[in-house]
């Protein structure tokens, strides 16, 4: 390995660091579009530290599955419940800001 | 006040998993069955990813498991979800750029979901990437024009008999090599295309019952109406 | 000054996932925190799972160029993680169709408002009157979990 040791420990220290952050800030977040956004990044630093524990396969699954397809599925229910609240947005598209029940049905 | 006692829960929790930790050797694995493995995989497979080669030979039993566990997700999501109404409102399409890049990502999706499934024993990647990666190729479209009808029906064939070729080569192994799910057609030139039998018809077979199970799953989210008219 | 070492750091990354994961599944009042708790609970769990098949120094347990490394981590752990994590978004997706159906029936998602509506439902099923007590009587819709008498 061409890498030293010493720089995957603050690699490691980095994703972890922003692994558990991310966490916090699911528990604590009032917005729960930003919510799904943070178990995306929680998702992501997994997905690194399963490379740096040699496993691609896993990696790969991880970033495919948690911070692709679980965010979709969270961010297609939220705006099904009417939970997705976009700040200061009131751009002419369909994702308006004001819906207060369910979606535009 | 129940949140500071949950707080001591946690802590007192943590602080028993440490000190397990603390006498787990992290680095030095004992490896057993995994030293078995590693030695024997690519002879007797051929695969030269030797994870897929225990998903698909040695463990082959605990992903027809999981198949059957991601059916009985997506049916009992589609049972809770019911049907939609014919003449349900939808949402306007989305703007052209968003359009567009769906209608160019499309195929390019596609591409590269079947480039993984296919490759599955060479390189990192397999059935179960592959299908997610599928399964965002056929849901991308729907969400840049949320009105397209969405056909439930040939997604639903497609895993169906995807989910039968899976179970049929199994049987096929049962009767010529002795095990269910045995890899049938021999090793091959390790890292070619054609090598380690039957398993890339096998993540053939879990990436598009994968691809379709979790598009259909999504589709019917997409169509749900959550306030009753 | 170095950073702790590989082992420690993921440690304390994967069991405080978990602690963070089964707190926010106690304490969360919305249905919604709670299934995001979950997740964060399975992503804890499969890198927990991970740590077990490490062997330091060794190699990805793919054979590149037909060379084989000498030493190479532990498959088997991969591959039930590879399931697991399948497995773990088929789950979530269930989870919220279930969200789904329970905002379309009762329009709340805070789980205080829904165990009192879903007991009153059931008492009315069921054809029994809601238990009641002398001190603490029973108002329409009330939020705090202590009337009707359910118990824990």
Request: include cysteine; charged fraction near 15%; hydrophobic fraction near 55%.
């Amino acid at each position: 390995m061409t890498v030293g040791t010493e720089f995957l420990d603050w690699v490691v220290l980095l994703a972890t660091v922003i692994m558990l952050a991310g966490a916090v800030a699911v528990l604590l977040l009032k917005d729960y579009l930003a919510a799904v956004a943070a178990t995306s990044v929680v998702s992501l630093g997994a997905s690194l530290l399963f490379v740096i524990l040699r496993a691609p396969d896993v990696a790969l699954t991880e970033a495919a599955v948690g911070a692709g397809l679980s965010g979709v599925i969270m961010a297609l229910s939220l705006r099904r419940l009417g939970l997705w609240r976009i700040r200061g947005s009131g751009a002419a598209d369909s994702s308006a800001p004001d819906e207060r029940t369910g979606d535009a049905d | 006040m129940r949140d500071y006692l949950s707080l001591l829960f946690i802590a007192g929790l943590a602080f028993l998993l440490f000190i397990i930790a603390g006498e787990l050797d992290f680095g030095n694995a004992p490896m057993r069955v995994g030293q078995g493995i590693n030695q024997a995989a690519p002879g007797q497979v051929g695969a030269a990813n030797i994870v897929t080669s225990v998903v698909l030979a040695y463990r082959a039993l605990d992903t027809l498991g999981e198949l059957a566990i991601l059916f009985a997700a997506a049916t009992a999501g589609g049972l809770v979800l019911g049907r939609p109404r014919p003449d349900a409102p939808r949402d306007p399409d989305a703007g052209f750029i968003l359009r567009t890049a769906a209608d160019l990502l499309f195929p390019l999706l596609l591409l590269v979901g079947l480039f993984v499934i296919v490759h599955g024993h060479l390189t990192p990647g397999g059935g179960f990437q592959g299908g997610v990666i599928l399964a965002a190729a056929f849901f991308v479209p729907l969400l840049a024009r949320p009105g397209t009808r969405f056909r439930h029906t040939g997604f639903a064939v497609v895993e169906g008999l995807a989910g039968a070729a899976f179970i049929v080569t199994g049987l096929l192994g049962l009767i010529y090599g002795g095990d269910f799910l045995q890899p049938l057609l021999g090793p091959g030139a390790m890292g070619s295309l054609l090598s380690a039998g039957t398993l890339p018809l096998l993540y053939m077979a879990v990436g598009l019952k994968v691809g379709a199970e979790l598009a259909g799953l999504i589709a019917r989210l997409a169509e749900f109406e959550a306030v009753e008219p | 000054m170095s950073a702790p070492d590989m082992g420690v750091t993921l440690f304390i990354a994967a069991f405080g996932l978990v602690g963070i994961g089964v707190l926010g599944i106690v304490t969360a009042t919305h249905l919604v925190r709670i299934v995001l708790s979950i997740v964060l609970l399975e992503t804890g769990a499969n890198l927990l799972l991970m740590l077990s098949g490490y062997r330091g120094g060794a190699a990805a347990p793919i054979i590149v160029n037909g060379v084989l490394p000498d030493a190479m981590v532990d498959p088997v752990p991969q591959a039930l993680v590879l399931t697991a994590i399948v497995i773990g978004v088929a789950v979530q997706a269930f989870m919220m169709t279930l969200v789904l159906r329970v905002y379309r029936a009762y329009r709340t998602l805070d789980i205080r408002e829904l165990r009192t509506c879903i007991e009153r439902d059931l008492a009315r099923e069921a054809g029994i009157p809601l238990p009641t007590s002398e001190d603490a009587p029973l108002t329409p819709l009330v939020n705090e979990p202590g009337v009707g008498g359910g118990g824990p």
